[in-house]
Protein backbone atom coordinates (compact mmCIF):
# COMPACT_ATOMS: atom_id res chain seq x y z
CA UNK A 1 0.00 0.00 0.00
CA UNK A 2 1.47 3.26 -1.02
CA UNK A 3 1.45 6.17 1.99
CA UNK A 4 -0.25 8.55 -0.63
CA UNK A 5 -3.58 8.30 -2.87
CA UNK A 6 -4.03 9.20 -5.90
CA UNK A 7 -5.94 12.31 -4.35
CA UNK A 8 -2.98 13.05 -2.13
CA UNK A 9 -4.89 11.29 0.92
CA UNK A 10 -1.38 10.57 3.33
CA UNK A 11 -2.77 7.62 4.88
CA UNK A 12 0.50 7.57 7.69
CA UNK A 13 2.29 4.69 9.12
CA UNK A 14 0.08 3.07 11.17
CA UNK A 15 -2.26 2.45 7.95
CA UNK A 16 0.20 1.51 5.63
CA UNK A 17 2.12 -1.07 7.72
CA UNK A 18 5.46 0.07 7.32
CA UNK A 19 7.99 2.96 7.58
CA UNK A 20 8.05 5.67 4.75
CA UNK A 21 10.79 5.32 1.86
CA UNK A 22 13.32 7.85 0.80
CA UNK A 23 10.68 9.05 -1.90
CA UNK A 24 7.69 9.32 0.58
CA UNK A 25 9.38 10.64 3.40
CA UNK A 26 10.66 13.74 1.08
CA UNK A 27 6.88 14.33 -0.46
CA UNK A 28 5.26 14.09 2.90
CA UNK A 29 7.63 16.75 4.10
CA UNK A 30 6.91 19.04 0.89
CA UNK A 31 3.15 18.36 1.59
CA UNK A 32 3.55 19.80 4.84
CA UNK A 33 5.90 22.57 3.75
CA UNK A 34 3.54 23.41 0.93
CA UNK A 35 0.64 23.78 3.63
CA UNK A 36 2.20 25.91 5.63
CA UNK A 37 3.72 23.28 8.67
CA UNK A 38 5.95 26.32 9.77
CA UNK A 39 2.54 28.40 10.46
CA UNK A 40 0.55 25.68 11.52
CA UNK A 41 3.17 24.74 14.08
CA UNK A 42 3.02 28.49 15.87
CA UNK A 43 -0.47 27.59 16.14
CA UNK A 44 -0.22 24.45 17.67
CA UNK A 45 2.08 25.59 20.05
CA UNK A 46 0.25 28.77 20.72
CA UNK A 47 -3.16 26.36 21.48
CA UNK A 48 -0.68 23.46 23.30
CA UNK A 49 0.92 26.37 25.86
CA UNK A 50 -3.07 27.53 26.55
CA UNK A 51 -4.26 23.96 27.80
CA UNK A 52 -0.84 22.62 29.49
CA UNK A 53 -0.09 26.19 30.89
CA UNK A 54 3.75 25.51 30.92
CA UNK A 55 5.96 25.65 28.00
CA UNK A 56 8.05 22.55 28.76
CA UNK A 57 4.68 20.86 28.62
CA UNK A 58 3.04 22.43 25.73
CA UNK A 59 6.39 21.32 23.63
CA UNK A 60 5.69 18.10 24.62
CA UNK A 61 2.17 18.08 23.24
CA UNK A 62 3.27 19.31 19.96
CA UNK A 63 5.74 17.02 20.04
CA UNK A 64 3.30 14.20 19.92
CA UNK A 65 1.26 15.60 17.94
CA UNK A 66 3.65 15.91 15.35
CA UNK A 67 4.59 11.72 15.73
CA UNK A 68 0.55 11.23 15.58
CA UNK A 69 0.84 13.23 12.34
CA UNK A 70 3.27 10.68 10.66
CA UNK A 71 1.23 8.17 12.44
CA UNK A 72 -2.03 8.81 11.71
CA UNK A 73 -2.25 10.63 8.68
CA UNK A 74 -3.47 13.13 7.05
CA UNK A 75 -5.73 14.08 4.07
CA UNK A 76 -5.36 17.60 3.01
CA UNK A 77 -8.57 17.56 0.73
CA UNK A 78 -10.65 17.33 3.87
CA UNK A 79 -9.09 19.65 6.43
CA UNK A 80 -6.47 22.61 6.80
CA UNK A 81 -2.62 21.62 8.57
CA UNK A 82 -3.68 23.96 11.40
CA UNK A 83 -6.86 22.10 11.72
CA UNK A 84 -5.22 18.63 11.81
CA UNK A 85 -2.50 19.74 14.02
CA UNK A 86 -5.16 21.49 16.67
CA UNK A 87 -7.10 18.77 16.36
CA UNK A 88 -3.96 16.43 17.29
CA UNK A 89 -3.05 18.54 19.77
CA UNK A 90 -6.48 18.24 21.46
CA UNK A 91 -6.22 14.79 21.17
CA UNK A 92 -3.12 14.43 22.79
CA UNK A 93 -3.44 16.93 25.66
CA UNK A 94 -6.77 14.72 26.85
CA UNK A 95 -4.67 11.47 26.17
CA UNK A 96 -7.41 10.45 23.63
CA UNK A 97 -5.89 7.50 21.42
CA UNK A 98 -9.34 7.18 19.64
CA UNK A 99 -8.09 7.72 16.21
CA UNK A 100 -5.85 4.75 17.17
CA UNK A 101 -8.10 2.48 17.82
CA UNK A 102 -10.06 3.49 14.75
CA UNK A 103 -6.95 2.93 12.86
CA UNK A 104 -6.67 -0.41 14.25
CA UNK A 105 -10.56 -1.10 13.41
CA UNK A 106 -9.77 -0.30 9.88
CA UNK A 107 -6.86 -2.62 9.44
CA UNK A 108 -8.51 -5.44 11.05
CA UNK A 109 -11.15 -4.73 9.12
CA UNK A 110 -9.49 -5.23 5.87
CA UNK A 111 -7.32 -8.17 7.17
CA UNK A 112 -11.18 -10.06 7.73
CA UNK A 113 -11.40 -8.59 3.81
CA UNK A 114 -8.90 -10.67 2.88
CA UNK A 115 -9.73 -13.38 4.65
CA UNK A 116 -7.31 -12.73 7.28
CA UNK A 117 -9.16 -13.64 10.61
CA UNK A 118 -8.40 -12.86 13.99
CA UNK A 119 -7.78 -9.29 15.53
CA UNK A 120 -4.97 -7.09 14.44
CA UNK A 121 -2.01 -6.36 17.58
CA UNK A 122 -1.04 -2.86 18.02
CA UNK A 123 0.75 -1.65 14.91
CA UNK A 124 4.65 -0.92 15.95
CA UNK A 125 4.08 2.59 15.34
CA UNK A 126 1.84 2.92 18.05
CA UNK A 127 4.18 2.13 20.45
CA UNK A 128 6.65 5.23 19.79
CA UNK A 129 8.22 4.74 16.31
CA UNK A 130 6.29 6.10 13.37
CA UNK A 131 8.80 5.58 10.74
CA UNK A 132 10.16 2.41 11.69
CA UNK A 133 7.43 -0.28 12.08
CA UNK A 134 8.70 -4.11 12.27
CA UNK A 135 7.52 -5.46 9.00
CA UNK A 136 7.51 -8.82 10.67
CA UNK A 137 4.24 -8.26 12.70
CA UNK A 138 2.17 -10.85 13.68
CA UNK A 139 -1.16 -11.24 11.19
CA UNK A 140 -2.97 -12.57 14.15
CA UNK A 141 -2.58 -11.23 18.39
CA UNK A 142 -1.96 -13.63 21.09
CA UNK A 143 -4.41 -14.59 24.20
CA UNK A 144 -2.05 -12.66 26.07
CA UNK A 145 -2.59 -9.40 23.53
CA UNK A 146 -6.13 -9.69 23.24
CA UNK A 147 -6.40 -9.60 27.31
CA UNK A 148 -3.63 -6.40 27.27
CA UNK A 149 -6.31 -4.53 24.71
CA UNK A 150 -9.25 -5.42 27.14
CA UNK A 151 -7.89 -4.54 29.99
CA UNK A 152 -6.83 -1.42 28.37
CA UNK A 153 -10.23 -0.59 27.09
CA UNK A 154 -11.91 -1.11 30.57
CA UNK A 155 -8.97 1.66 32.21
CA UNK A 156 -9.68 3.75 29.25
CA UNK A 157 -13.83 3.61 30.24
CA UNK A 158 -12.73 3.60 34.07
CA UNK A 159 -10.58 6.48 33.87
CA UNK A 160 -13.81 8.19 31.79
CA UNK A 161 -16.10 7.69 34.13
CA UNK A 162 -13.45 8.88 37.20
CA UNK A 163 -12.96 12.07 35.14
CA UNK A 164 -16.93 13.07 35.20
CA UNK A 165 -16.85 12.08 38.79
CA UNK A 166 -14.24 14.98 39.08
CA UNK A 167 -16.47 16.85 37.45
CA UNK A 168 -19.64 16.49 39.18
CA UNK A 169 -17.50 16.84 42.48
CA UNK A 170 -16.29 20.22 41.46
CA UNK A 171 -19.78 21.85 40.68
CA UNK A 172 -20.81 20.03 43.56
CA UNK A 173 -18.26 22.19 45.28
CA UNK A 174 -19.32 25.12 43.40
CA UNK A 175 -22.76 24.99 44.15
CA UNK A 176 -23.42 24.73 40.93
CA UNK A 177 -27.05 23.77 40.60
CA UNK A 178 -28.09 24.51 36.47
CA UNK A 179 -25.12 23.30 35.61
CA UNK A 180 -25.40 19.96 37.61
CA UNK A 181 -28.71 19.35 35.96
CA UNK A 182 -27.22 20.61 32.80
CA UNK A 183 -25.35 16.79 33.07
CA UNK A 184 -28.44 15.40 33.87
CA UNK A 185 -30.35 16.20 31.25
CA UNK A 186 -27.09 15.55 28.78
CA UNK A 187 -26.92 12.34 30.31
CA UNK A 188 -30.69 11.76 29.44
CA UNK A 189 -30.30 12.68 25.76
CA UNK A 190 -31.83 16.63 26.12
CA UNK A 191 -29.04 19.04 24.17
CA UNK A 192 -31.12 22.01 23.25
CA UNK A 193 -30.40 24.63 26.11
CA UNK A 194 -34.25 25.23 25.22
CA UNK A 195 -35.66 22.10 25.43
CA UNK A 196 -33.42 22.32 29.37
CA UNK A 197 -35.23 25.39 30.45
CA UNK A 198 -38.66 22.84 30.05
CA UNK A 199 -37.82 20.02 31.03
CA UNK A 200 -36.11 21.37 33.86
CA UNK A 201 -39.08 23.35 34.82
CA UNK A 202 -37.38 26.23 36.38
CA UNK A 203 -38.36 30.05 35.18
CA UNK A 204 -35.01 31.31 34.16
CA UNK A 205 -34.21 32.67 30.79
CA UNK A 206 -32.50 29.96 27.86
CA UNK A 207 -28.90 31.73 28.32
CA UNK A 208 -28.72 30.44 31.94
CA UNK A 209 -27.60 26.98 30.83
CA UNK A 210 -26.09 28.57 28.01
CA UNK A 211 -23.97 29.90 30.99
CA UNK A 212 -23.57 26.62 32.56
CA UNK A 213 -22.33 24.84 29.43
CA UNK A 214 -19.89 27.58 29.21
CA UNK A 215 -18.61 26.75 32.65
CA UNK A 216 -18.66 22.98 32.34
CA UNK A 217 -16.50 23.16 29.08
CA UNK A 218 -14.10 25.32 31.21
CA UNK A 219 -14.17 22.60 33.47
CA UNK A 220 -13.54 20.06 31.32
CA UNK A 221 -10.55 21.43 29.59
CA UNK A 222 -8.91 21.15 32.83
CA UNK A 223 -9.80 17.84 34.16
CA UNK A 224 -9.61 16.12 30.33
CA UNK A 225 -5.58 17.49 30.98
CA UNK A 226 -5.34 16.16 34.39
CA UNK A 227 -3.52 13.11 34.37
CA UNK A 228 -5.35 10.16 35.88
CA UNK A 229 -4.95 10.18 40.10
CA UNK A 230 -3.64 13.65 39.49
CA UNK A 231 -4.96 15.99 42.75
CA UNK A 232 -7.18 18.56 40.94
CA UNK A 233 -5.85 22.12 40.53
CA UNK A 234 -7.08 24.75 42.54
CA UNK A 235 -10.26 25.87 40.48
CA UNK A 236 -11.21 29.15 40.48
CA UNK A 237 -14.79 29.58 41.96
CA UNK A 238 -17.00 28.28 38.84
CA UNK A 239 -20.26 28.53 41.26
CA UNK A 240 -23.35 29.08 39.14
CA UNK A 241 -26.68 29.99 40.75
CA UNK B 1 -26.13 8.04 27.75
CA UNK B 2 -23.59 6.19 30.19
CA UNK B 3 -21.19 8.02 32.02
CA UNK B 4 -18.59 7.32 29.80
CA UNK B 5 -20.50 8.76 26.65
CA UNK B 6 -21.46 11.48 28.52
CA UNK B 7 -18.15 12.70 29.53
CA UNK B 8 -16.65 11.67 26.31
CA UNK B 9 -19.29 14.08 24.14
CA UNK B 10 -18.31 16.71 26.64
CA UNK B 11 -14.30 16.15 25.58
CA UNK B 12 -15.40 16.23 22.04
CA UNK B 13 -17.68 19.62 22.57
CA UNK B 14 -14.98 21.23 24.17
CA UNK B 15 -12.42 20.71 21.84
CA UNK B 16 -14.45 21.46 18.90
CA UNK B 17 -15.17 25.02 20.47
CA UNK B 18 -11.43 25.37 21.64
CA UNK B 19 -10.25 24.31 18.53
CA UNK B 20 -12.39 26.79 16.08
CA UNK B 21 -11.40 29.68 18.36
CA UNK B 22 -7.71 28.67 18.36
CA UNK B 23 -8.25 28.20 14.15
CA UNK B 24 -9.87 31.96 13.99
CA UNK B 25 -6.57 33.76 15.47
CA UNK B 26 -4.32 34.94 12.98
CA UNK B 27 -0.51 34.23 12.49
CA UNK B 28 0.52 37.47 13.42
CA UNK B 29 -1.45 37.00 16.91
CA UNK B 30 -0.34 34.21 17.90
CA UNK B 31 3.56 34.82 17.09
CA UNK B 32 2.49 38.49 19.55
CA UNK B 33 0.63 35.95 22.00
CA UNK B 34 3.68 33.44 22.02
CA UNK B 35 6.46 36.94 22.89
CA UNK B 36 3.77 38.03 25.60
CA UNK B 37 4.08 34.66 27.01
CA UNK B 38 8.03 34.66 27.35
CA UNK B 39 7.80 32.25 24.39
CA UNK B 40 10.72 32.78 21.63
CA UNK B 41 8.95 32.52 18.30
CA UNK B 42 12.35 31.60 16.61
CA UNK B 43 12.09 28.78 19.00
CA UNK B 44 8.63 27.39 18.07
CA UNK B 45 9.63 28.01 13.90
CA UNK B 46 13.43 25.90 15.00
CA UNK B 47 11.42 22.65 16.21
CA UNK B 48 8.95 22.70 13.08
CA UNK B 49 12.06 22.83 11.37
CA UNK B 50 13.47 20.47 13.18
CA UNK B 51 10.49 17.63 12.94
CA UNK B 52 10.96 18.33 9.40
CA UNK B 53 14.84 17.63 9.29
CA UNK B 54 13.68 14.40 11.64
CA UNK B 55 11.28 13.10 9.40
CA UNK B 56 13.50 13.07 5.70
CA UNK B 57 16.37 11.94 8.58
CA UNK B 58 14.23 9.03 9.54
CA UNK B 59 12.81 8.22 5.99
CA UNK B 60 16.19 7.52 4.76
CA UNK B 61 16.38 4.59 7.06
CA UNK B 62 13.32 3.12 6.36
CA UNK B 63 13.29 3.01 2.50
CA UNK B 64 12.04 -0.11 1.04
CA UNK B 65 13.07 -2.10 -2.02
CA UNK B 66 10.13 -0.48 -4.52
CA UNK B 67 12.06 2.96 -3.81
CA UNK B 68 15.09 2.31 -6.79
CA UNK B 69 16.71 5.39 -5.39
CA UNK B 70 16.66 4.54 -1.66
CA UNK B 71 20.01 3.31 -0.23
CA UNK B 72 20.41 -0.37 -0.24
CA UNK B 73 19.41 -2.32 2.85
CA UNK B 74 23.10 -3.74 3.34
CA UNK B 75 24.70 -0.30 3.48
CA UNK B 76 21.97 0.73 6.11
CA UNK B 77 22.73 0.47 10.15
CA UNK B 78 21.20 -2.99 11.15
CA UNK B 79 17.23 -2.32 12.26
CA UNK B 80 17.75 -4.61 15.17
CA UNK B 81 20.38 -3.54 16.52
CA UNK B 82 18.45 0.08 16.27
CA UNK B 83 15.57 -1.33 17.96
CA UNK B 84 17.33 -2.63 20.74
CA UNK B 85 17.58 0.44 21.72
CA UNK B 86 15.02 1.55 24.72
CA UNK B 87 14.32 4.43 22.80
CA UNK B 88 10.90 3.42 22.44
CA UNK B 89 10.21 2.83 26.02
CA UNK B 90 10.60 6.84 26.33
CA UNK B 91 8.45 7.04 23.45
CA UNK B 92 5.83 5.00 25.46
CA UNK B 93 6.27 7.27 28.12
CA UNK B 94 5.52 10.27 26.15
CA UNK B 95 8.53 11.81 26.38
CA UNK B 96 10.16 11.12 22.58
CA UNK B 97 10.18 13.75 20.33
CA UNK B 98 10.55 13.96 16.83
CA UNK B 99 14.12 14.68 16.91
CA UNK B 100 14.95 11.55 18.70
CA UNK B 101 12.69 9.65 16.29
CA UNK B 102 15.06 10.32 13.33
CA UNK B 103 18.13 9.96 15.21
CA UNK B 104 17.03 6.18 16.71
CA UNK B 105 16.27 5.64 12.93
CA UNK B 106 19.64 6.64 11.36
CA UNK B 107 21.84 6.06 14.03
CA UNK B 108 24.69 3.55 12.96
CA UNK B 109 25.51 0.39 15.15
CA UNK B 110 29.14 -0.05 15.59
CA UNK B 111 31.01 -1.20 12.88
CA UNK B 112 28.43 -0.26 10.18
CA UNK B 113 29.46 2.00 7.67
CA UNK B 114 27.49 5.17 7.33
CA UNK B 115 24.85 5.23 5.41
CA UNK B 116 25.57 6.36 1.80
CA UNK B 117 22.88 9.38 1.92
CA UNK B 118 25.07 11.56 3.21
CA UNK B 119 27.45 14.19 1.46
CA UNK B 120 30.81 14.57 2.11
CA UNK B 121 31.30 17.77 3.75
CA UNK B 122 34.05 18.62 1.37
CA UNK B 123 31.39 18.78 -1.17
CA UNK B 124 28.90 20.99 0.94
CA UNK B 125 28.85 24.20 -0.04
CA UNK B 126 29.39 26.86 2.83
CA UNK B 127 26.34 27.41 4.62
CA UNK B 128 24.58 31.04 5.13
CA UNK B 129 24.44 33.07 8.80
CA UNK B 130 20.76 32.20 8.42
CA UNK B 131 21.81 28.05 8.34
CA UNK B 132 25.04 28.89 10.95
CA UNK B 133 22.48 30.61 13.15
CA UNK B 134 19.48 27.92 13.04
CA UNK B 135 22.14 25.45 13.82
CA UNK B 136 23.78 27.36 17.05
CA UNK B 137 20.16 27.33 18.39
CA UNK B 138 19.96 23.74 17.83
CA UNK B 139 23.16 22.73 19.38
CA UNK B 140 21.81 25.25 22.03
CA UNK B 141 18.65 22.58 22.08
CA UNK B 142 20.63 19.50 21.95
CA UNK B 143 22.75 20.82 25.04
CA UNK B 144 19.70 21.39 27.13
CA UNK B 145 18.26 17.93 26.08
CA UNK B 146 21.54 16.40 27.40
CA UNK B 147 21.03 18.33 30.34
CA UNK B 148 17.88 16.57 31.08
CA UNK B 149 19.08 13.42 30.01
CA UNK B 150 17.19 12.96 26.72
CA UNK B 151 20.81 12.02 24.07
CA UNK B 152 18.47 10.58 21.69
CA UNK B 153 16.64 14.05 21.39
CA UNK B 154 19.63 15.63 21.97
CA UNK B 155 21.84 13.42 19.30
CA UNK B 156 18.97 13.88 16.47
CA UNK B 157 19.46 17.38 17.11
CA UNK B 158 23.13 17.84 16.76
CA UNK B 159 22.28 15.78 13.56
CA UNK B 160 20.12 18.63 12.20
CA UNK B 161 22.81 21.17 13.45
CA UNK B 162 25.06 19.40 11.24
CA UNK B 163 23.07 19.05 8.22
CA UNK B 164 22.84 22.96 8.43
CA UNK B 165 26.56 23.98 9.45
CA UNK B 166 28.80 20.82 8.49
CA UNK B 167 32.47 22.66 10.10
CA UNK B 168 30.69 23.17 13.16
CA UNK B 169 30.51 19.95 13.96
CA UNK B 170 34.52 20.21 14.24
CA UNK B 171 33.90 22.35 17.39
CA UNK B 172 35.58 20.78 20.73
CA UNK B 173 32.59 21.58 22.46
CA UNK B 174 30.69 20.26 19.98
CA UNK B 175 32.05 17.09 19.97
CA UNK B 176 32.47 17.18 24.04
CA UNK B 177 28.71 17.55 23.49
CA UNK B 178 28.45 14.65 21.19
CA UNK B 179 30.23 12.58 23.38
CA UNK B 180 28.35 12.86 26.39
CA UNK B 181 24.98 12.10 24.49
CA UNK B 182 26.52 8.74 23.48
CA UNK B 183 27.79 8.01 26.93
CA UNK B 184 24.60 8.85 28.50
CA UNK B 185 22.62 6.85 25.72
CA UNK B 186 24.88 3.64 26.42
CA UNK B 187 24.47 3.68 30.10
CA UNK B 188 20.49 3.68 29.58
CA UNK B 189 20.94 0.77 26.74
CA UNK B 190 23.04 -0.79 29.65
CA UNK B 191 20.42 -0.92 32.30
CA UNK B 192 18.31 -4.32 32.12
CA UNK B 193 14.70 -3.67 30.54
CA UNK B 194 11.98 -4.00 32.62
CA UNK B 195 9.50 -7.32 31.98
Known sequence: ?241 | MTSEELWQTLVDETGEALIEEAAAVSLAQAEQELAAAGIDVADVYGQADSFLASLRAGGAVVASAADPEAPSRKALPSRKKARAIPVWMAAAAATVTAGAVAYVATRPSEGTPPAPTTPPSTATPPPTADLVAQAGDLRRRAAAACNLSHPEECLALLDAARDKDPAGEAREDVKALRQRAEDQLREIEAKPKPK
Open chain 1, 1 to 241: MDAFTSSGNYLGTDRIGRGLTNAESGRLDKLLRDHGFRAASVHAFRFALKLAKTKGRAEDVVSRANLRLVCTGWDPNAVSLQRRLLRLVWSEFTHDRREEVLARRVEEEFLREQGIHGPVPPPAAARGDPLQPSPKEAAASSIEQEVITLEEEQAELAARRKKLDALIERLRAGKDEIALEYLELRRNGIVSPAKMVEASGRKVDVKVFYEAARRIQRLVERIAGEKPGARPGNDENEGGS
